[in-house]
Nanobody, 118 residues
């Protein structure tokens, strides 16, 4: 069993910053990609940022230059530093971890609410 524990969400004013953390635990052989997704009510869950085991990083266009993803492979933790937050960033943020290569399995955190006021 693999579990993901998220933390760091909250309420901030526009222009503020938050740092999300996601720690993976359990029976993990190898972690492929670690990333963050977000979902607002009534909308689909979209990719925010992802970091592969090889060091490749992908960002959604809407967060480029404002958000930064990083990972600690020893601790199995992925972070999302969010700066210059905008009201449109308001959503539930979900951590995603892909375990295995070729044959793989995705695990999801329970989500953490990020609310940005005007």
């Amino acid at each position: 069993q693999v579990q993901l524990v998220e933390s760091g969400g909250g309420l901030v004013q526009a222009g503020g910053s938050l740092r999300l953390s996601c720690a993976a635990s359990g029976s993990i052989a190898s972690i492929n990609t670690m990333g963050w997704y977000r979902q607002a009510p009534g909308k689909q869950r979209d990719l925010v940022a992802a970091a592969t085991s090889g060091g490749t990083i992908n960002y959604a266009d809407s967060v480029k230059g404002r958000f930064a993803i990083s990972r600690d492979n020893d601790k199995k933790v992925v972070y999302l530093q969010m700066n210059s937050l905008k009201p449109e960033d308001t959503a539930v943020y979900y951590c995603n971890v892909r375990v295995g290569f070729g044959i793989h399995r995705d695990y999801w955190g329970q989500g953490t609410q990020v609310t940005v006021s005007s």
